[in-house]
């Protein structure tokens, strides 16, 4: 009834750190691995079609959208968050925004003050535009 479902890959190799005494005023585009222990005020997005992670300390703040394929949060959001593959909410996690994931996990302690929206890729593959019939 309740199977395993295999963890995403997540990127173990993290390209860039942003330091506990770091503050960032402005988007930040990446590829690869980010780990933030400081301050964004900004969006974080990662490229598309990369398998790219976001790991968050319990230091670290963001304040802006967040658009990465694998999540680990273990500190503070305020704005949006999409995890188009693995999002994972630790102990110290505290979420001020809508939360869209593919798939999630959540520690005793996590708190999400917005929407758990879950985005399922078979079903998003299988919908379907209908187009309305030209006018006689």
């Not at 479902?5 to 503050?23: C, R, S, V």
């Not at 964004?40 to 079609?49: F, R, Y």
């Not at 003050?113 to 399922?120: A, C, E, R, T, Y």
Request: glycine fraction near 12%; hydrophobic fraction near 35%; charge should be negative.
């Amino acid at each position: 009834m309740f199977g395993k479902k295999k963890k995403a890959k997540l990127n173990n190799h993290i390209d860039t750190l942003i330091g506990a005494n770091t503050q960032i005023k402005g988007d930040i585009n990446f590829s690869g691995g980010l780990r933030v222990d400081g301050q964004i005020n900004g969006n974080v997005i990662a490229e598309e079609g990369e398998q790219s992670t976001l790991v968050l300390s319990d230091a670290g703040y963001i304040e802006g959208k967040i658009q990465v394929a694998n999540i680990i949060i273990n500190g503070t959001v305020t704005g949006p968050i999409h995890a188009s593959k693995y999002l994972e909410l630790q102990e110290k996690a505290e979420i001020h925004g809508d939360v869209h994931y593919g798939s999630i996990e959540v520690k005793l302690g996590a708190s999400v003050d917005g929407k758990m929206i879950h985005h399922d890729k078979l079903q998003s593959e299988k919908m379907v535009t209908l187009i309305p019939a030209a006018p006689e």
